[in-house]
């Protein structure tokens, strides 16, 4: 186990509001269900939890669990090409587990920051 050379002593930590579906899973193509939803990227995990509102209430609260959670090691990130979705600023997440996603937001720089939020843990982890 490595970790990077300190180009940051800060855990990368990051989360906001975005709408997001699975298109694969297991290596498996997926029905769309494109969802509302507050999402951590914390370390090298992807977090999301489901619905609107109520923002922070499972993160750090006592039983709640995220809704879903993927591990971004070994995954690769791009735009999402044309065919894949009529949504404008679409990121197209691969995990190394099989499982792929769509994450979009109508506004462009948070869509932006995010993809480079997820391009530096790739990179970040790509070691391990
Ligand atoms: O890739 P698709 O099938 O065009 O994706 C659309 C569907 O998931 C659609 O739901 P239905 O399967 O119930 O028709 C969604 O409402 C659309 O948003 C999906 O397309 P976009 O282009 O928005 O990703």
Redesign the pocket.
């Known amino acids: 186990e490595s970790h990077s050379t300190g180009e940051s002593s800060e855990p990368s930590e990051k989360c906001g509001i975005l709408n997001v579906t699975k298109i694969t899973e297991n290596g498996k193509k997926v ?2 269900n ?1 969802t509302s939803s507050w999402t951590v990227l914390q370390g090298s995990t992807l977090l999301f939890a489901k619905g609107q509102g109520g923002g922070t209430s499972w993160f750090g609260g006592g039983q709640s669990k995220p809704e879903f959670t993927v591990d971004l090691k070994g995954g690769s990130v791009d735009w999402a090409s044309k065919d894949k ?3 404008k600023h679409v990121i197209e997440l691969k995990t190394r587990q099989g499982t792929d996603l769509l994450i979009q937001s109508e506004n462009d720089s948070v869509v932006n920051d995010w993809f480079k939020a997820l391009q530096d843990t790739i990179s970040n982890h790509a070691s391990e």
């Open positions: 029905r769309k494109w979705s009529s949504k």
